[in-house]
Nanobody, 132 residues
Framework: QAQLVESGGGLVQPGGSLRLSCAAS?????????????IGWFRQAPGKEREKVSC????????NYVESVKGRFTVSRDNAKNTVFLQMNSLKPEDTAVYYC????????????????????WGQGTQVTVSS
């Protein structure tokens, strides 16, 4: 079954960096290449609700971030490779969580930041642990 696959998580010291990737297994998601989807990044820490982290529209021209990661995280996409990235720098222990990518065919432009329920497809998540 077509699904999203996250990779790139791991254990990193505070102040370190990681780059997460999000791709569609089998290269397409329900018949469409990932470049046709707007993508969101979410995270869920133990005992907490899943929160949105960042999002990017299908063209890559519109991005948004939750306040706590602004200036540290950068979302981007390589539509030729059907992959979306989340570059995470200056990581803090409070960034520790399982990170998920999600996709929606409902594209948008401008400073829109879709909520969790607006995404149709989800990956299984990748663990990010920031600890010394």
């Amino acid at each position: 079954q077509a699904q999203l696959v996250e990779s790139g998580g791991g254990l990193v010291q505070p102040g370190g960096s990681l780059r997460l990737s999000c791709a569609a297994s089998g290269f397409t998601l329900h018949g469409f290449a990932l470049r046709y989807y707007a993508i969101g990044w979410f995270r869920q820490a133990p005992g907490k609700e899943r929160e949105k982290v960042s999002c990017i529209n299908s063209s890559g021209g519109s991005t948004n971030y939750v306040e706590s990661v602004k200036g540290r995280f950068t979302v981007s996409r390589d539509n030729a490779k059907n992959t979306v990235f989340l570059q995470m720098n200056s990581l803090k222990p409070e960034d520790t969580a399982v990170y998920y990518c999600a996709a929606t065919k409902s594209d948008y432009s401008g400073p829109y930041f879709p909520d969790r329920h607006e995404y149709e497809y989800w990956g299984q998540g990748t663990q990010v642990t920031v600890s010394s």
